[in-house]
């Protein structure tokens, strides 16, 4: 008999697990999901999504089953009446404009909190002021942010080092605006030196990172100290599970790891652990947690404990044309 088929029959051992909570889907992500399977439920498939509605895999794969093509820009998409659904990261204003020009159904599932920082970012400009994004080069939603204003217009400030350095061309007439899945310490530590060097600059009360962010990354630090080792559920390139992780090393977890499946627990590594803490990013679903809890279950006697920071109740509607189509029928 393989080793795989041996099933021992030895007392499991005891595995304390602490739930963070909140954790996994918010508001944003759980709004831009429905929207593509409104669309797919509307106009049937295919329904375009220009990039991966929210950074995960497991979402993307099973909203491709359904009939949904993911592209990353709209000249990967033909003529077509199908719509044509902007991811939850938000997109420059040339996406809009350039489907507009090809008459495409546009679907905007921009989380609510991205269009926010959007419309600060366009207030500053039209003030006059010169803008500061606080956040990470390359990411969608950078992307997106500076892509609301002309080229030059919005400067990214990544690190405190950054914020030590960046000159601008008038100090008195300076704002700033950040991503919404920073680390709120990283945040706190760049915008605290930004209005030291700049006590003008005009920003947000603290910053623009959201709810769910804040929320996860708390729920986070009450877990993490008490902890051998944590599993965040989430994607590689999704920034708010990525601080996730960083949050728990950094305020006393030895242990802290990105996990998308099951499948990737390194059990060698979870050996010597007797408490565990699992967390999910904003992106990733409920149903991966479970998955995890059952691998668990299969190797340990679990002794599952909730962490609350928050309690959480946001909900945003539909894109309006989804909604409206929805009231009418
Ligand atoms: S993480 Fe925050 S900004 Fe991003 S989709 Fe969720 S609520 Fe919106």
Not at 70 to 79: G, N, Q, W, Y
Not at 265 to 276: A, G, N, P, Q, Y
Request: with cysteine.
């Amino acid at each position: 008999m393989p080793a795989a088929d041996v099933i021992s029959t030895a007392p499991k051992p005891p595995l304390r697990v602490l739930l963070s909570s909140p954790r996994g889907f918010c508001a944003g992500v759980v709004r831009a999901i429905d929207s593509v399977e409104r669309a797919l439920a509307l106009y049937g498939p295919p329904v375009y999504v220009r990039h991966e509605i929210v950074h995960n895999r497991y979402v993307v794969e099973s909203l491709r089953a359904k009939g949904a093509i993911f592209v990353e820009e709209l000249d990967e998409i033909p003529d077509t009446d199908a719509p044509v659904i902007f991811s939850a990261h938000g997109v420059p204003q040339s996406v809009p404009a350039e489907a507009k020009r090809r008459n495409f159904l546009a679907l905007d599932a921009t989380c609510p909190l991205v269009t926010k920082v959007h419309r600060e970012t366009e207030i500053h400009h039209r003030r006059g002021r010169e803008i500061l994004l606080i956040g990470h080069d390359g990411h969608p939603e950078v992307v997106g942010t500076m892509g609301q204003l002309p080229s030059g217009a919005v400067r990214l400030i990544e690190t405190v080092e950054d914020a030590a350095t960046v000159e601008p061309k008038d100090a008195s007439n300076l704002a700033y605006v950040t991503q919404t899945t920073l680390s709120m310490d990283d945040a706190a530590e760049i915008v605290a030196k930004l209005k030291e060097r700049f006590p003008k600059i005009i920003g947000p009360h603290k910053d623009d990172i959201c709810y769910a962010t804040t929320n996860r990354q708390e729920a986070v630090k009450k877990v993490a100290h008490i902890v051998d080792a944590m599993i965040v559920v989430g994607s590689p390139n999704s920034s708010n599970s990525q601080r996730l992780k960083e949050v728990a090393e950094r305020n006393g977890c030895p242990y802290a790891v990105l996990l998308q499946r099951a499948e990737d627990i390194d059990w060698e590594r979870l050996s010597t652990v007797k408490h565990l803490g699992i967390t999910a990013g904003a992106s990733a679903p409920e149903v991966l947690v479970e998955e995890i809890l059952d691998a668990l279950a299969k190797r340990y006697t679990l002794r599952i404990e909730t962490v609350t920071a928050a309690e959480e109740d946001v909900f945003f509607p539909l894109p309006r044309p989804l909604r409206d189509i929805a009231a009418a029928e």
